[in-house]
């Protein structure tokens, strides 16, 4: 059993490495569902094996045998080799609530202060421009959604590559992109390989918001000279927006401006290797359900309720 709890917390290792190859192999709209389903679902069979793992220790402990109603031992390999492994598992339970609780109360608090900045100044329909001399323009999330955009900013472009701008910050909005890399956040705390894993997805949501902006203007070209631009101007300079807050500045802006100098990748079959991180994710779930399930059947009979 612990064996099989052990398979949802190694496959998550192989995440990064398949998630590039997904960015290079995939449109960039198809890497950004592939690689945040399959974050989201590592993620989840990760916590659910950790949980799994910790319980199975603690109802070794008599208290919590108690608790738990047990009136036979509960069927497990020797308590050396479970409970070092259910402290450890408790604790990186712990240790992931911790660090996803200071991340939210950041991102909140970040997500609050733009939005009551933003409110503060006169809308032109759903682009709001900040005094500031620091260049800067992203889009915020929530109702209604807004493109915020500095004066350093504006002042930066010229009025066609401003435009190439904003239909940038629209496809995040309009692609809800700020969802993604919640969802990217949050696997990132739940287990530390997913890390790289969150960045991937960073990357996607970024270059699908270039090709719907280069659609939008009719012209990738300009589309990579008003990122190109737009993050040259923010060279050197600190930004407080929230992670979760997709730009077109973030990101490799050399290797986003590249892809878009190049043809456009349509859709096709779905490449293998997506296929391959998809399955990754699917057996991360099946196997932490299954060890769940087995160690629910283990309780059970210590509980007298099922025979042995």
Same mark, same amino acid.
């Given at each position: 059993?612990?064996?099989?709890?052990?398979?949802?917390?190694?496959? +998550?290792?192989?995440? /990064?490495?398949?998630?590039?190859?997904?960015?290079?192999?995939?449109? +960039?709209?198809?890497?950004?569902?592939?690689?945040?389903?399959?974050?989201?679902?590592?993620?989840?069979?990760?916590?659910?094996?950790?949980?799994?793992?910790?319980?199975?220790?603690?109802?070794?402990?008599?208290?919590?045998?108690?608790?738990?109603?047990?009136?036979?031992? *509960?069927?497990?390999?020797?308590? =050396?080799?479970?409970?070092?492994? #259910?402290?450890?598992?408790?604790?990186?339970?712990?240790?992931?609530?911790?660090?996803?609780?200071?991340?939210?109360?950041?991102?909140?608090?970040?997500?609050?202060?733009?939005? $009551?900045?933003?409110?503060? =100044?006169?809308?032109? &329909?759903?682009?709001?421009?900040?005094?500031?001399?620091? /260049?800067?323009?992203?889009?915020?999330? &929530?109702? +209604?959604?807004?493109?915020?955009?500095?004066?350093?900013?504006?002042?930066?472009?010229?009025?066609?590559?401003?435009?190439?701008?904003?239909?940038?910050?629209? !496809?995040?909005?309009?692609? &809800?992109?700020?969802?993604?890399?919640?969802?990217?956040? *949050?696997?990132?705390?739940?287990?530390? !390989?997913?890390?790289?894993? =969150?960045?991937?997805?960073?990357?996607?949501?970024?270059? $699908?918001?270039?090709?719907?902006? %280069?659609?939008?203007?009719?012209?990738?070209?300009?589309?990579?000279?008003?990122?190109?631009?737009?993050?040259?101007?923010?060279?050197?300079?600190?930004?407080?927006?929230?992670?979760?807050?997709?730009?077109?500045?973030?990101?490799?802006?050399?290797?986003?401006?590249? #892809?878009?100098? #190049?043809?456009? =990748?349509? $859709?096709?079959?779905?490449?293998?290797? %997506?296929?391959?991180?998809?399955?990754?994710?699917?057996?991360?779930?099946?196997?932490? #359900?299954?060890?769940?399930?087995?160690?629910?059947?283990?309780?059970?009979? %210590?509980? &007298?309720? $099922?025979?042995?």
């Amino acid at each position: 059993m612990i064996a099989l709890l052990l398979v949802p917390l190694l496959l +998550p290792c192989a995440a /990064p490495a398949l998630a590039r190859r997904v960015l290079d192999r995939c449109p +960039p709209v198809a890497a950004l569902w592939t690689l945040t389903v399959s974050a989201l679902l590592l993620a989840g069979g990760s916590v659910a094996a950790l949980g799994t793992l910790a319980l199975t220790g603690l109802l070794r402990i008599p208290a919590f045998a108690a608790l738990g109603e047990l009136v036979h031992p *509960l069927r497990t390999p020797s308590e =050396r080799l479970v409970l070092p492994i #259910a402290a450890l598992a408790a604790g990186l339970l712990v240790l992931a609530a911790l660090t996803l609780g200071t991340s939210l109360v950041r991102q909140a608090a970040g997500l609050r202060t733009a939005r $009551a900045q933003a409110d503060r =100044r006169p809308a032109a &329909g759903d682009l709001c421009v900040v005094d500031s001399p620091r /260049p800067d323009a992203y889009a915020l999330p &929530g109702r +209604p959604h807004r493109i915020v955009v500095t004066t350093a900013m504006l002042r930066s472009l010229d009025a066609s590559e401003r435009e190439a701008l904003f239909a940038h910050e629209r !496809a995040h909005n309009s692609g &809800g992109h700020h969802y993604f890399l919640a969802t990217a956040e *949050l696997a990132a705390h739940c287990h530390p !390989a997913l890390r790289p894993v =969150r960045e991937a997805i960073r990357l996607a949501a970024e270059r $699908a918001a270039d090709e719907a902006a %280069a659609t939008a203007v009719g012209d990738r070209h300009l589309t990579a000279r008003a990122i190109a631009r737009a993050a040259l101007a923010t060279t050197g300079q600190d930004t407080v927006r929230p992670t979760v807050t997709p730009a077109a500045t973030t990101g490799p802006v050399p290797r986003r401006v590249a #892809a878009l100098l #190049a043809p456009a =990748r349509h $859709a096709r079959a779905v490449p293998w290797i %997506a296929a391959l991180l998809a399955t990754c994710a699917v057996l991360s779930c099946a196997t932490a #359900a299954t060890g769940a399930f087995r160690v629910h059947e283990d309780i059970e009979i %210590a509980q &007298g309720e $099922a025979a042995d």
